[in-house]
């Protein structure tokens, strides 16, 4: 299993909404902490057909943050695969590409209008030459902001296929990333008889992936 | 895509682990999840009577989980993922390797999630190959004598396993909790 770990923590991209300009500026790498495991993993790999596909899939999001910035839904509907499954932070289940483009339509007239996403952390993890997991922080960035509001922070697990040639994206799915305080309590009301706070990752650059 | 659809919910089931008692019925049916055009067969792996070795195989492995899970046993439940998986909570704490996830859980499940058990109200698998395995499934947490799914811990996530060595375990776990329709 080829593991590549994409991190940036802040990302070239964006255009923004509707207008159409594109925002260029330089990905910084993230902290000082280094995984080990990924790097090693990574030197193992060899430059070989799995690079363009790891390019591929982190293009798959360049595509969908442009497309999101026009709020054309239709765009950003098309790299999913037909019968794809989309959950959003709110918990609503979208199945199959109609419903993800009109949904998303809905939101990019209303609550979404004039936003763009803000790519943070990726890790592209190849698990099959057909099939990718991409686990990624993101958030929404609101007319002219710049950087992410900690309210807004995402993390999301997609699940991309490659067929003919082609990545898609078979399965979105989004949770937003609460604050500590509220993440001692992840189901109702049930206050931990101990609770310590959660150590950083092993290996993960969690620490320096929100802004 | 060569994606078979064995399964689409609603299924009422379940476990109740720890005690080994299963309970049948009385679970909300979720809403439906939105249009769906592909027709699929009523065929899910929570459901008796499966024959498909690989999908009772899958059933079997949420069984331990949920079983782990009930009894408190964090370390066996972490033992349901493999060694590099990714786990995304609903509170959106990205957990990786199975062994961090057994870690965590082991004190999950002693303090915040003391005395409570899993349970799945629908599920969607599909086979996207014979070795890996695509899971939609909606559930929720039943803390200690409760019987029915609360709002506030009914979620989605999605699960993609993966066989190796004759044996399913999950690769990557993503949790979201469902919230009212009017945030």
Known sequence: ?211 | MGIHTYARGPIRLVLMGGLGLALTGAVTPAQAATGDGRAAPALSPMMPGTTDPDLTALAQLWHRQAEAWARGDGHAYGATYTPDADFVNVTGEHIHTGREIGVRFQRYLGAQLKDSRIITLEEKVQMLSPTLAYIIRKGCVFFRKETSCHPNTTSWNTSLVVKTGGQWLVRSFHNTLVKPPQK
Request: net charge positive.
């Open chain 1, 1 to 211: 299993m080829d593991i590549r770990r994409y991190t940036r923590r802040t990302i070239r991209l964006a255009v923004v909404g509707g207008l159409g300009a594109t925002l260029m500026t330089g990905p910084r790498p993230v902290g000082a902490s280094t995984p080990s495991h990924t790097t090693t993993a990574a030197a193992r790999t060899p430059a070989t057909a799995a690079d363009s596909d790891l390019a591929a899939l982190r293009h798959i999001w360049e595509r969908q943050a442009e497309a999101w910035a026009r709020g054309d839904a239709l765009a950003y509907s098309s790299i999913y695969t037909p019968d794809a499954d989309l959950v959003n932070i709110k918990g609503e289940h979208l199945h199959n590409r109609h419903v993800i483009a009109a949904r998303i339509q809905h939101y990019f007239n209303g609550d979404l209008k004039n936003t763009h996403i803000l790519r943070i952390d990726e890790r592209v993890r190849l698990i099959s030459p057909t099939m990718a997991i991409i686990v990624r922080k993101d958030c929404v960035l609101y007319g002219a902001e710049k950087a992410c509001r900690p309210d807004n922070l995402s993390i999301n697990t997609s699940v991309a296929v490659k067929d003919a040639g082609q990545w898609l994206i078979t399965s979105f799915h989004n949770t937003l990333v609460q604050a500590l305080d509220q993440a001692h309590r992840p189901f109702r009301g049930i206050v931990p008889a101990t609770w310590e706070q959660p150590p950083t990752l092993s290996g993960e650059a969690a620490s320096g992936s929100t802004p």
